[in-house]
């Protein structure tokens, strides 16, 4: 970020790009591709933006076309949709909620018979609400977390299966909160931290069919999940507890799914988590 500190900002939930002030850096304009993922297919969840949008433009600049599901957020599926189409990519925009079981089967199956094949699974969707008190989450917003952060990881995993070939990846979002927790995060945390489980378990179950599964954790970045779902007074300091004293900027994550896509870069790594978390170190 151009400044260690955003001015306090909120925004209604899940959040838009465009209001945030300083604009998040999602666009991979310094990226260079290297036809890494040449003609592959990549579902990424949560694509619209943040981290999703970087990733989604990453992999159309390595030779991919993609798919992205989000919630609601129009604009800005379209606007990283009209960035993948930039780079000569195909790309189809899937709205709606996966904390839904339903969905999650359908925007397996709309990319395969709209794109053709499905190489890659980025798991990716989250929702957060910060809480003072554990007994102040409610039953609802518990089990919402759950839906969205972990059930629908799996979900869309499990339909993807009967269309990922050997070599294709599976790439989960992860948080630093997983690995640590988070007192004011509690049910978000725990979704994390499942989510670094399922990893495991799946890699380790789908390596004879050579799938590869791996996570990336991230440490504080700034995306819209952030002033929407965070007070106002908290996203002034947000990121500036890490060593580096910043939050990260969702172009300097999307390269390591980009890592853990590619064949030619991770072809020996699976079951792996991968922490971008700004010089956080942690025991274990």
């Known amino acids: 970020m151009s400044s260690p500190n ?9 959040g838009r790009t465009g209001p945030m002030d300083p604009e998040p850096r999602d666009e991979m304009r310094d990226y ?3 036809d890494l993922l040449h003609g592959t297919v990549a579902l990424v969840t949560g694509g619209d933006s943040g981290i999703g949008r970087a990733v989604c433009v990453a992999f159309a600049k390595e030779g991919a076309d993609v798919a992205l599901a989000y919630l609601s957020e129009d604009d800005d599926a379209e606007y990283t949709a009209s960035l993948v189409r930039a780079q000569g990519r195909r790309c189809l925009t899937l709205r709606g909620d996966l904390g839904d079981a339903t969905h999650c089967g359908d925007v397996v199956e709309r990319t395969v ?6 190489d890659t699974v980025v798991n990716n969707i989250a929702t957060q609400e910060p809480y003072d008190r554990p007994e102040e989450i409610g039953d609802e917003a518990w089990l919402r977390t759950f839906d969205v952060n972990i059930h629908s990881f799996f979900r869309v ?4 299966l009967a269309h990922l070939p050997a070599g294709g990846a599976i790439v989960n979002t ?3 909160n997983g690995l640590r927790g988070n007192k004011t995060l509690i049910d978000y945390s725990a979704t994390k931290g ?3 489980s399922l990893t495991y378990s799946l890699a380790q179950s789908l390596t004879e069919r050579g799938i590869r599964v791996n996570c990336v954790a991230p440490g504080p970045v700034w995306t819209p999940l952030i002033p929407a779902t965070m007070p106002a007074e908290k996203v002034e300091s947000f990121g500036t507890q890490v ?14 799914y980009v890592f853990f896509a590619a064949p030619s870069l991770s072809s020996y790594y699976t ?8 010089g956080e170190t942690m025991p274990g």
């Open 174 to 176: 992860g948080s630093v």
């Open 113 to 118: 018979a709209e794109l053709g094949r499905l």
């Open 32 to 34: 260079r591709g290297r």
């Open 6 to 14: 955003p001015p306090a900002q909120q925004q209604d939930p899940p």
């Open 194 to 196: 499942a989510v670094q």
């Open 157 to 160: 995993t499990r339909a993807a």
């Open 271 to 278: 079951g792996e988590v991968l922490a971008p978390v700004g």
């Open 243 to 256: 060593p580096m004293g910043r939050a990260a900027h969702p172009d300097e994550i999307a390269p390591s």
